[in-house]
């Protein structure tokens, strides 16, 4: 019966629609009994408690989620690099010079070996190339469209399948529970917000991310934003924990992430009193999606890496580690494909 | 009992109610009859008539406002520079050599002429020692008492109740239709947030202004947020038009100023299909609040200026231009002093 107390969006809706107490409990279909999907349930539960020692006023029930490996595979490679790479594939015409010029040249040809080995200069040379000289307009539709033909060369999807469903599910039990889920990635925020709103229920203005500079012009007497080859904000590691402040102006009450950019994140997040629930996924699944690590021994990667020191850091402060393998019973949302 | 159907719930009930059209016309009892009020209530029955060709969902319905001399008074200077002064006097124990270095020697002499004439570098260098070197939650401290114990020179009143009470039952009137309401200010955002909630109504997350660097840095192994001597982001003219991109990213439909910083937020605002309202508030009113322009005449300021320019621009593309004087029935909320 206490369970019935457990939220109010939930308790509403359950009352409008008659649904009986055990409903709840299936806020979280997706995930196996455990210390993760215990952690969840608890830390509402304490938070939405009125009168509680935890409870927090609904105004500042904040949740920041990280996006690549947290919400939606990032493998091989970041879904937005995937489309930087194919957009300089399809501007290749109108640069005949990027046959002989690095990095172009490596992704023109194919050359994955190359490709994994490019530096930050690298891709920031590709990232000019492909999201600056064009207004905010003409991008989103660019990559609207992109990412409406994609597929995934795995999973042979559109990327916006390839969420993960436990991780929707929890989405939506917090936004039952009063809070507003935020998207806080180190992917470009405009990128995210073409799909954010559609794909996790996350309107734009709740999506804090990395960006380059606009400059106000005008075309044809109307003003646009037209985007620069110039960085503006970097959206990882502390940069989560000063967007968040940037952005949202309140520290959040839960945070989710999946590799060392996020430790920040999760760091501050910690930092402020009372029930604070901090989580961090471990890609420790290859069979249904990916194995990286290096923590755990699982093998090592360049596209979102959970170290043993981030493991380590994780035990001791009291971050809950989510076993892909082990926590959740599907991955993706059965209705896709 | 026009009072009783001044706020949001009320007005909302009455439309669940049924109740005539004239009860929200009482939304906005401060406000005369004529062009600046009726362009408000017809522009909301606009974007709120469902099937209208003018129709506006809820999640797109933004408003922005600017804050000084929109919002609140800005004379004789703006709130967060009176805020910057007060604390170079407070400070200068700790610096004796401001007694000799400028601009500080200036401010702590009490010259006023001087200060009438210092350069955006004098006030950089004041912003610097006064808002950056230490930590966001210390800034909040440190401005939020002095909001709670400085007066206005002139109307001997906290700066927090020198705000407009015709714009405060805009605010309102939006919102209750469905609106969220932003501040995108040329001030700067932390020190906006303190009182946005409390004043305005508008939670700290909806408030967009200029903000200089922070650092993620430990102090007894805690994290914080340092302010660093830095500008990040000067959230006006063109900025107005970029910050409402990068921290709300949806174009408003109704954006409301009062000097040439504001010009190209409307600009942008307006640049929008279908029905948008822009505004922009004159004060021509030397008795109650204060009388400048330069344009129609009144006096030229360095504070907040309405250029010619601007009015002309504002007639020919339909920007609506809130008198002041002939407008507002009341300027400051009843209930203050």
Do not use: C
């Not at 991310?209 to 106000?216: D, E, H, M, P």
């Amino acid at each position: 019966m206490p369970m019935l107390l457990r939220t109010l969006g939930i308790v509403l809706l359950a009352g409008w629609l008659g649904l009986p107490a055990s409903a709840q409990e299936e806020a979280l279909p997706s995930w196996n009994d455990g210390a993760a999907k215990s952690a969840i349930v608890e830390f509402v539960d304490a938070v939405t408690a009125e009168g509680g020692a935890d409870f927090v006023p609904v105004e500042d029930r904040i949740a920041t989620f990280d996006q690549d490996g947290t919400l939606w595979v990032s493998h091989p490679l970041y879904t937005q690099g995937m489309f930087a790479l194919d957009r300089v594939v399809a501007l290749a015409p109108e640069h005949p010079e990027w046959k002989d010029q690095e990095p172009f040249k490596s992704v023109l040809a194919g050359d994955r070996e190359a490709m994994a080995r490019f530096t930050e200069q690298d891709w920031a040379k590709i990232i000019g190339a492909t999201h600056a000289g064009m207004t905010t307009e003409q991008f989103r539709k660019i990559a609207g469209d992109w990412l409406a033909n994609a597929e995934h060369p795995r999973f042979k999807r559109p990327y916006t399948e390839l969420v993960y469903q436990p991780m929707l599910e929890v989405m939506n039990y917090l936004r039952a529970n009063g809070f507003r889920t935020y998207i806080v990635t180190g992917g470009g925020q405009e990128f995210v917000r073409i799909y954010s709103e559609q794909v996790y229920g996350v309107p734009v203005e709740q999506v804090v991310g990395s960006s380059i500079a606009t400059r106000y012009e005008y075309q044809d007497g109307e003003p646009v934003l037209m985007r620069e080859p110039k960085v503006f904000f970097i959206d990882d590691h502390a940069g989560k924990a000063i967007g968040i402040n940037l952005f949202i102006g309140k520290r959040p009450y839960a945070a989710f992430g999946n590799s060392g950019g996020d430790r920040e994140m999760l760091e501050w997040t910690g930092a402020g009193d009372g029930a604070r629930l901090m989580m961090l996924v471990l890609h420790d699944d290859a069979e249904r999606e990916y194995a990286y690590g290096p923590a755990n021994g699982l093998p090592d990667t360049k596209v979102g890496a959970f170290s043993q020191e981030l493991m380590d850091e994780a035990k001791q402060k009291g971050w809950l580690v989510i076993s892909m393998k082990n926590d959740w019973k599907t991955i993706f949302p059965e209705g896709a494909r």
